[in-house]
T-cell receptor
Framework: NAGVTQTPKFQVLKTGQSMTLQCAQDMNHNSMYWYRQDPGMGLRLIYYSASEGTTDKGEVPNGYNVSRLNKREFSLRLESAAPSQTSVYFC???????????FGQGTRLTV | GQSLEQPSEVTAVEGAIVQINCTYQTSGFYGLSWYQQHDGGAPTFLSYNALDGLEETGRFSSFLSRSDSYGYLLLQELQMKDSASYFCVTSGGSYIPTFGRGTSLIVHP
């Protein structure tokens, strides 16, 4: 089983550039999440999707958009990258309000 | 909102037992989870408590007291590979999981 697959693993952007992070899960989970992790911090929720067709803002949504393409896929888009968005991004899927989640390997983004 | 408090760092020697505490404040409560994260890696799910008491999984155990808004992760027979960050996570009425800032466990030989 692949679990949660997240691409790319590394990305360098210039200020103002755009990009999309892709995430796919093969565990038939309803809920999917995008987090960011900064040094010395826990994970902060950017957006989540409780089920196919729904998306909601998390703790730090500004500067990001998401698309729940189908039950398997949940993408995160940065329309105009800023240095403050330099971080490690993790996608996750879960069935238990996010309390038993499976994570992708992360994307290290530098702006 | 939700908030969690856990120590920033804990040190122990190989073979010992260590306890990582977590206190939380949340409106509504669906449980307390623990994750392990090695440097450069992704968080990995360790355990979940929805009800009071102790859950045991091999060398790791997790405890919850809902009346005290408190839980802990207990690691026994520590090994060098247990050096990692450990996060407690809770989810309240909003269904949004919230992570604590993490506890860095350093295991010395």
């Amino acid at each position: 089983n692949a679990g949660v697959t997240q691409t790319p693993k590394f990305q360098v952007l210039k200020t103002g550039q755009s990009m999309t992070l892709q995430c796919a899960q093969d565990m038939n989970h309803n809920s999917m999440y995008w987090y960011r992790q900064d040094p010395g911090m826990g994970l902060r929720l950017i957006y989540y999707s409780a089920s196919e067709g729904t998306t909601d803002k998390g703790e730090v949504p500004n500067g990001y958009n998401v698309s729940r393409l189908n039950k398997r896929e949940f993408s995160l888009r940065l329309e105009s990258a800023a240095p403050s968005q330099t971080s490690v991004y993790f996608c996750a899927s879960s069935e238990r309000q996010g309390l038993e989640a499976f994570f992708g390997q992360g994307t290290r983004l530098t702006v | 909102g939700q908030s969690l408090e856990q120590p920033s760092e804990v040190t122990a020697v190989e073979g010992a037992i260590v306890q990582i505490n977590c206190t939380y404040q949340t409106s509504g409560f669906y449980g307390l989870s623990w994750y392990q994260q090695h440097d450069g890696g992704a968080p990995t799910f360790l355990s979940y408590n929805a009800l009071d008491g102790l859950e045991e999984t091999g060398r790791f155990s997790s405890f919850l007291s809902r009346s005290d808004s408190y839980g802990y992760l207990l690691l026994q027979e520590l090994q060098m590979k247990d050096s990692a960050s450990y996060f407690c996570v809770t989810s309240g009425g909003s269904y949004i999981p919230t992570f604590g800032r993490g506890t860095s466990l350093i295991v010395h030989p």
